[in-house]
T-cell receptor, first 113, second 119 residues
Framework: SQQGEEDPQALSIQEGENATMNCSYKTSINNLQWYRQNSGRGLVHLILIRSNEREKHSGRLRVTLDTSKKSSSLLITASRAADTASYFC?????????????FGTGTRLKVLA | NAGVMQNPRHLVRRRGQEARLRCSPMKGHSHVYWYRQLPEEGLKFMVYLQKENIIDESGMPKERFSAEFPKEGPSILRIQQVVRGDSAAYFCASSPNLAGGISSYNEQFFGPGTRLTVL
């Protein structure tokens, strides 16, 4: 099955609330990245976390990585309507080659004003 | 420094026609990757190219699809005799030319994509 699987598939929250999305993967990785995609648009790179890192912050984003559980989470704090988008994790690693990103199916986040 | 550029942004073809998608990597980048995104799905790796070389085409369908990255000009993804199932968004990404090759923490920069619709 898919290397990167996000859950939930869809998430609807009120503005100001926090949104948490999870990503699980199956094989060893070198790094994991999170991307945002607005409807019908391209990908925006959010954050990269390396396999030897456990947590990274960028503005309202917090990403954790647990290599023992082969999972990562993306937390968006104090969400805004503009955060409405699909969020994808992508892994690259030893078994797939460092250049071959494997994307999950995404979490569709809807932030209600 | 312009980002990765793709054109056209939208392409409509009838079944049996050819589709030609172009990608210009970021300045200073010599590695190009193509991904395909079907509706409601994540991106799937298709092919990795360097100038005049196909490094990995393991994600490319065996027939009708080809890719090139010539010494001069953009990378081209070519789909011959398109079928309705080829309708998708095709994304190109590029990464910098690092000494010794790609680093273990290769970051790819994505273009806006070309949305192909086959009628």
């Amino acid at each position: 099955s898919q290397q990167g699987e996000e859950d939930p598939q869809a998430l609807s929250i009120q503005e100001g609330e926090n949104a948490t999305m999870n990503c699980s993967y199956k094989t060893s990785i070198n790094n994991l990245q999170w991307y945002r995609q607005n409807s019908g648009r391209g990908l925006v790179h959010l954050i990269l976390i390396r396999s030897n890192e456990r947590e990274k912050h960028s503005g309202r984003l917090r990403v954790t990585l647990d290599t023992s559980k082969k999972s990562s989470s993306l937390l968006i704090t104090a969400s805004r309507a503009a955060d409405t988008a699909s969020y994808f994790c992508a892994t690259s690693g030893a078994t797939s080659g460092t250049y071959k990103y494997i994307f999950g199916t995404g979490t569709r986040l809807k932030v209600l004003a | 420094n312009a980002g990765v550029m793709q054109n056209p942004r939208h392409l409509v073809r009838r079944r049996g026609q050819e589709a030609r998608l172009r990608c210009s990597p970021m300045k200073g980048h010599s590695h190009v990757y193509w991904y395909r995104q079907l509706p409601e799905e994540g991106l799937k790796f298709m092919v990795y190219l360097q100038k005049e070389n196909i490094i990995d085409e393991s994600g490319m369908p065996k027939e009708r699809f080809s890719a090139e990255f010539p010494k001069e000009g953009p990378s081209i993804l070519r789909i011959q005799q398109v079928v309705r199932g080829d309708s998708a968004a095709y994304f190109c990404a590029s990464s910098p030319n690092l000494a010794g090759g790609i680093s273990s923490y290769n970051e790819q920069f994505f273009g806006p994509g070309t949305r192909l619709t086959v009628l």
